[in-house]
Structures are given as structure tokens and as C-alpha cells.
């Protein structure tokens, strides 16, 4: 079955990097869109960052657009976040998704099917 296993959170301060995995299983991931969003304590769900299956098309949200970069290795199945200049309102719970095959948007939630378990991200003033 499908599995998405995100690592690399942490307790960081503010202005810090940190560099988020995902690595995928139970599917062909070199065919597949990857997803980032994040969700912080009562707040909806977010979109963050997402790539094509092959990275030529990247997207971010405007609130990390300078700051993170996606990127992934489909010969290890794996989809990165690397998150620069952390700022406290990035505190949230991040998780990786794979989009539904032949959805065009990358920024809707709905255009995902599989979701990891998230991992956590916490950033100090």
C-alpha cells in the first residue's frame, strides 16, 4: 500500500534551517506529483510547496516563497523541504501528500489522495 514517511522536524530558533524528508513506498513515485503543506494548532490546513513528477514545475505558497525549497530523488523516492530563515509563525505540523494522477492544481488539498503521518515543526523566537 501506499506509504509516505516525512522526518527532519525539530525545535529549532528562529532564522534556523531545517531540511524535511518524505520518502515514499507501495507506488511508482517517479510517476507521481508530491505535495507540502502544514497545519498549525487551530488553524485550517495549508498548502506549502509542491513538485511535478519529473521537477519541472515547483510551486510555493507566497509565505515561504524565498525561504524553502522542494526538490526530490525519485532513484530514493524521496521528496525534500528545505526550510531557510525560519520564522515562528512556520510552526506547524508538515506533511507530504501525492497528488491524484492527472489533477493540473497543485495548491488544493483535494488534489491529493495520500497523506503522511506529519511531522512536527517548531520554531523559537
Known amino acids: 500500500q501506499v506509504q509516505l514517511v516525512e522526518s527532519g522536524g525539530g525545535l529549532v530558533q528562529a532564522g534556523d534551517s531545517l531540511r524535511l524528508s518524505c520518502v515514499a513506498s507501495?507506488?511508482?513515485?517517479?510517476?507521481?506529483?508530491m505535495g507540502w503543506f502544514r497545519q498549525a494548532p487551530g488553524k485550517e490546513r495549508e498548502f506549502v510547496a509542491a513538485?511535478?513528477?519529473?521537477?519541472?514545475?515547483?510551486y510555493y505558497a507566497d509565505s515561504v516563497k524565498g525561504r524553502f525549497t522542494v526538490s526530490r530523488d525519485n532513484a530514493k523516492s524521496t521528496v525534500f523541504l528545505q526550510m531557510n530563515s525560519l520564522k515562528p509563525e512556520d510552526t506547524a505540523s508538515y506533511y507530504c501528500?501525492?497528488?491524484?494522477?492527472?489533477?493540473?492544481?497543485?495548491?488544493?488539498?483535494?488534489?491529493?489522495?495520500?497523506w503522511g503521518q506529519g511531522t512536527q515543526v517548531t520554531v523559537s523566537s
Open positions: 513538485i511535478s513528477w519529473n521537477g519541472d514545475r515547483i
Open positions: 507501495g507506488f511508482s513515485f517517479s510517476s507521481y506529483g
Open positions: 501528500a501525492r497528488k491524484y494522477p492527472g489533477t493540473s492544481t497543485y495548491y488544493q488539498q483535494g488534489a491529493y489522495n495520500h
